[in-house]
């Protein structure tokens, strides 16, 4: 009985410190959170503005077309025509593959065609069925389309004019599958340029766009917007044009990076300073913070126009931000999502 005793009233002891050691945790943390200084900040609403707005992006050039020379039967490479560099036209030769297959089928079609006129002249005269005529001629018209098939793939010729771009293999080696040459359009150039989400109903198929190089600091191209692809990539929050570049001089080419410009007329943008703006150490990422009730809440930003000091600015989730949103320009680098904020004026 005696230790019995002896054990509830350690058990009660220990249940007391406990609680004790429980309140004491929860005066610390109140304790903690009460000493928790707001960051003094300053803000102003944001405001939308009519500005003449131009979209900036960069982008690196391709040909309009380009074509992989890759023949759809495997074999010995006869000959190649022409060399990295060579200028072609719409049907020139390119490559010459084995001709075993294709004279083999020629001879077929050949005996065939003989078969094929005896038929046709005694179905002429009734002396056979019409099922017997269907399934010659069948069997003959499957042999002129494999023959036009071969022939396809064994002179294989250019399908628009153009430049030779790469040349990855020699006269007498064997075709594996890899593209024998590769073909591409230089007179004619594209650019695929990312678009915020926020400008899709502006973009239109047939809009001027101004394409700028470095290499040319004092000459602007031009080209015009072929495609606005309908869908937005979730991940970016961008959509995707197709600017169609003429380029007769060839001065640009495949591969080079270029800065296009396109102007949407006047819009409705935020404005904001730029100094507003914070930028994520190692990477391009911007973001900005509103007041949101007396915390801090930051916002991930994409960067527009820039005007002296100030700059548009455009959500990366549409509706993020808004005219009348209260941003913080004063004391921004020492936020954190959430903090608590004083705001003075």
Excluded: W
Excluded at 148 to 159: C, D, G, M, P, S
Excluded at 162 to 183: C, F, H, Q, V, W
Excluded at 247 to 276: C, F, H, W
Excluded at 305 to 331: M, N, S, W, Y
């Amino acid at each position: 009985m005696k230790r019995i005793f002896q054990l509830a009233v350690i058990a009660l002891t220990m249940g007391a410190l406990a609680a004790c050691g429980g309140k004491k945790d929860e005066a610390a943390q109140a304790a903690a959170n009460t000493n928790k200084t707001p960051e003094r900040v300053k803000v102003m609403k944001m405001e939308s503005q009519r500005i003449s707005k131009v979209v900036e992006l960069s982008s690196t050039l391709e040909g309009y077309e380009t074509m992989n020379i890759s023949p759809s039967i495997q074999g010995h490479i006869e000959h190649i025509y022409v060399q990295v560099g060579s200028r072609v036209s719409k049907g020139s030769l390119l490559v010459r593959m084995e001709q075993n297959s294709l004279n083999t089928a020629k001879i077929n079609l050949n005996s065939t065609k003989t078969e094929f006129d005896r038929i046709a002249a005694l179905k002429e005269s009734g002396n056979i069925s019409q099922q017997i005529f269907d399934q010659t001629k069948a069997g003959y018209d499957q042999l002129c389309e494999n023959v036009r098939f071969l022939e396809e793939n064994t002179f294989v010729k250019a399908q628009f004019s153009g430049i030779i771009s790469a040349k990855n293999y020699e006269d007498g080696e064997m075709y594996t599958g890899a593209p024998i040459l590769s073909l591409t359009q230089i007179n004619m150039l594209k650019a695929l340029i990312n678009v915020p989400e926020s400008y899709f109903p502006l973009v239109k198929t047939g809009m001027k766009v101004d394409i700028k190089s470095d290499i040319y600091p004092d000459q602007t191209f031009h080209g015009t917007i072929e495609i606005v692809y309908p869908t937005i990539d979730p991940s970016t929050h961008t959509f995707q044009c197709k600017v169609k570049i003429p380029n007769s001089g060839e001065k640009i080419r495949p591969g080079m990076y270029v800065r296009t410009s396109m102007g949407l007329g006047e819009i409705d943008a935020i404005v904001v300073p730029y100094q507003a703006v914070l930028k994520l150490t190692g990477s391009n990422d911007r973001y900005v913070f509103v007041n949101n009730e007396g915390k801090a809440r930051r916002v991930s930003v994409t960067l527009g126009q820039r005007f002296d000091d100030q700059i548009e600015i455009v959500p990366v989730v549409a509706g993020d931000i808004k005219e009348g949103d209260e941003l913080v320009i004063t004391g921004q680098a020492r936020l954190v999502d959430g903090a608590e904020l004083d705001v003075v004026e």
